[in-house]
């Protein structure tokens, strides 16, 4: 998989066309073709920026998109894949959640910073990988020393040579001891650090960047710990220790810039709901006017610099994909200046019965196969016939029909209370093939469906 570094790509996202990104966003999500080929465009387009010269660069800003489209049609999950393809550090808000009370409008910048965490964590664990087998020498060394005796002193007539080969051949035996877990009954003591969490609460709901103070700083021993001993099992101990010499072999003043780099140059921001706040002022209640939310998200998605515990982090170059049903409302009543930050506009159909077949058996981690492998776990053979298959797509349908169109949600659903019974009895059942078909799937929905009452409650 494609790692996204600083002022270059890996040469496998490199090669990925736009018809290869949208083949791999295939194997996930089923239809929705312009919006695949949407983000694919935007995807292959920060790809060719980076060959750019840097002056034409910086002013090439990502054209940001709008998803238009009911619940439960893809809409979050192909910005999610598309985030994983290109191994970016992806981050998704609802823009509904900065309308509630107490929400001011400098907390939008939050996002970044959440932004700017996720990044930190990619790039840390990159380096996890990088230095994992010398901080894994590293640990077994610092365990044999306890576990080994103290090295007796060369005896006066005993050649210094001789004595430390022999001291080496004893650690290389326990070593191996180690290695096998013939070991792994042992008990051993280790300091320990503990970790310290001062209650200590500044403003609020606000953060330690907002009131432009770092404790950690000011107060290093508040936030030290303690160090303890303690006792715990060889494989324990090894664990705490790897992780220990992970820590220390890990520079984190450049993963926390490679992050900021990261962040800046390919962050996804996926802004879910923000039918949510469009429109003017709400003529009742106590919340937070939509349209001053809209303000807020507007420097942002801009270009603007957020302040954050790693640095000061740029939003210009952030990928924004926003979505929403935008069923009361519509894109046009978005203020002006926030619609002309979402050029690209794609709208997503409405998922019907042959999408749901093709969801429930098509992408990789398809329903079908989902539930066939937790029953494997009991030893049930499960399968699914065409027939059952296309029965339930038929029900799922038919309730969102009747009720409120969740789209492929629904599917889940039905499925939960098609397999109520083989879930509940699995692990006591005789016969452990079980075919699904549809009579079966008629015998456990049939009833519930018909009654419309009964499938608002349960499905």
């Not at 790692?3 to 239809?31: F, M, S």
């Not at 509940?424 to 929905?445: C, H, R, S």
Request: cysteine-free.
């Amino acid at each position: 998989m494609a790692i996204y570094l600083p002022e270059t790509i890996q040469a496998a996202a490199d090669t990925l066309t736009p018809r290869q990104i949208v083949a791999e966003l295939d194997k996930y999500v089923v239809g929705q073709r312009a919006a695949k080929r949407a983000v694919a465009i935007a995807l292959r387009n920060r790809m060719r920026r980076q060959k750019l010269s840097p002056e034409l660069a910086e002013e090439i800003a990502p054209k940001n998109i709008l998803m238009i489209g009911p619940t439960g049609v893809g809409k979050t999950e192909i910005a999610r894949r598309l985030a994983r393809l290109a191994q970016s550090p992806f981050l998704k808000v609802e823009a509904s959640k900065f309308t509630e009370v107490g929400y001011v409008g400098r907390d939008v910048e939050s996002m970044v910073r959440d932004l700017v965490e996720l990044g930190v964590d990619m790039i840390r664990e990159e380096r996890r990988e990088e230095v994992r087998v010398k901080a894994a020498r590293n640990a077994e060394d610092r365990l044999l020393d306890v576990l080994l005796p103290p090295a007796r002193p060369a005896a006066p007539d005993e050649d210094p040579a001789a004595h430390r080969d022999s001291q080496s051949r004893t650690r290389e035996h326990f070593r191996e001891q180690l290695r096998e877990g013939r070991l792994d009954t042992r008990t051993v003591e280790l300091d320990v650090r503990e970790k310290a969490f001062p209650s200590l609460e500044i403003i609020s709901g606000t953060s330690v960047e907002e009131v432009d103070i770092n404790l950690k700083d000011m107060l290093p021993g508040l936030f030290q710990g303690k160090n303890k001993r303690r006792k715990m099992k060889v494989p324990e101990a090894l664990d705490y220790l790897k992780q220990e010499e992970e820590q220390k072999l890990i520079d984190m003043d450049s993963v926390a810039k490679a992050a900021v780099v990261r962040v800046e140059q390919a962050g996804i921001i996926f802004v879910d709901e923000i039918d949510k706040i469009a429109g003017r002022e709400g003529s009742h209640g106590p919340e937070v006017s939509r349209e001053g939310v809209q303000r807020d998200i507007l420097p942002i998605v801009e270009g603007t610099t957020v302040n954050t515990k790693y640095g000061m982090v740029r939003t210009d170059h952030i990928l924004f994909i926003a979505a929403g049903a935008f069923h009361v409302s519509k894109p046009s009543d978005l203020i002006p200046e926030l619609q002309g930050r979402f050029p690209i506009r794609v709208e997503l159909e409405q998922l019907g019965k042959d999408e749901f077949v093709r969801i429930l058996t098509e992408p990789r981690s398809a329903l079908v196969k989902q539930y066939t492998a937790l029953m494997e776990t009991e030893g049930i053979d499960l399968t699914f016939t065409d027939d059952a298959i296309r029965k339930i797509a038929d029900f799922a349908t038919l309730v969102n029909e009747r009720t409120e169109n969740i789209g492929a949600r629904r599917l889940h659903t039905v499925m939960e209370k098609l397999l109520d019974e083989i879930s509940f009895e699995g692990p006591d059942l005789a016969n452990k093939t079980v075919a699904i078909d549809e009579d079966y799937v008629a015998k456990m929905l049939a009833d519930i469906v018909k009654n419309e009452d009964l499938s608002r409650y349960i499905l």
